[in-house]
């Protein structure tokens, strides 16, 4: 072979090396999705597996009632392929910054669109309150729903990997199915009389009519706003009415500790741990959250 046509080899294969490793490092390139808070990006995480890049715009912990987004979070949105919300209401914010900092048509799934919305009733010193709750994820059932949407959206957007999302959301969902029977069977040992849930802020809608709980009363529709006098005592009288008085509380609500702790005292109750809109450093994922929801309902109501 002469030193030209050698020539031409060497480089027409160093062109080629350089086009395929382009090409791969193309097809490893992640999909990036951003998600408005923890429990979904978990949801997201349990699909796309390493096909996908997921962030929560809200951290781990904050209560996203509060939360407000930044400049850091825009960025997150300028730089996503796919973004999911929860929708009902619960994360309105992620319309206007999708506006304002999304590229032109990358997709927004909102994960509950299409669920039956459950409406809930309070009265308070000033007006009475009626409204939507919008944490459907906290039946598992409505989770698996959840689930099958952000799996749609992941085919849609990338079908070559449309097998590798399917076999991962099929396992998926059959841990959840079983996590649905193990809870529905746990909570058989909580009496009729018992399957009352008192709370700080009314989140168990969804809980509470999958897993045949009624909740009775709570402190405020708004975990920001501070309760009255009277909610006070009206829930006062409401857990002294109680075979065993129990109120519980959400990790993320910290103003709400001081008047759970007090109501506490003054019934000669206990006070317990539900979570519901976020995940933690200990409970990194919702088929942990449910669990413990399940061992912390036992627990207290049994």
Known sequence: MNKRLSGFVLISGLVLFYLVGAVACVQATELKVVTTFSILEDFVR???????????????????????????????????????????????????????????????????????????????????????????????????????????????????????FLARSQAYLAELAQLDKDILSQLQQIPPENRVIVTYHNAFSYLAERYGFSVMEFLVENPEAEPSPRDLGRLVQVLKQQPN???????????????????????????????????????????????????????ALR
Request: glycine share 6%; net charge negative; charged share 20%.
């Open 46 to 164: 349990q699909v796309g597996g390493e096909r996908v890049e997921v962030r929560s715009l809200i951290p781990v912990g904050a209560d996203p009632h509060s939360w407000e987004p930044t400049p850091k979070e825009a960025r997150l949105v300028a730089q996503a392929d796919l973004l999911v919300a929860n929708g009902g209401g619960f994360d309105q914010w992620l319309v206007d910054l999708q506006k304002s900092a999304a590229r032109p048509g990358v997709p927004m799934v909102y994960a509950s669109q299409g669920l039956l919305v459950l409406e809930h009733d309070h009265d308070n010193d000033h007006e009475h309150h009626h409204g939507g709750d919008p944490h459907f994820w906290l039946s598992v059932p409505n989770a698996i729903y959840y689930v099958e949407r952000i799996t749609d959206a992941l085919v849609a957007l990338v079908p070559e990997d449309g097998p590798y």
């Open 245 to 299: 008085p129990v109120i519980f509380t959400e990790p993320q609500l910290n103003i709400s500790n001081r008047y759970v702790q007090t109501l506490a005292a003054e019934i000669q109750g206990k006070v317990y741990v539900l979570y519901s809109d976020s995940l933690s450093s200990t409970i990194t994922t919702y088929v942990e959250m449910m669990e413990h929801n399940a061992q912390t309902l036992v627990e």
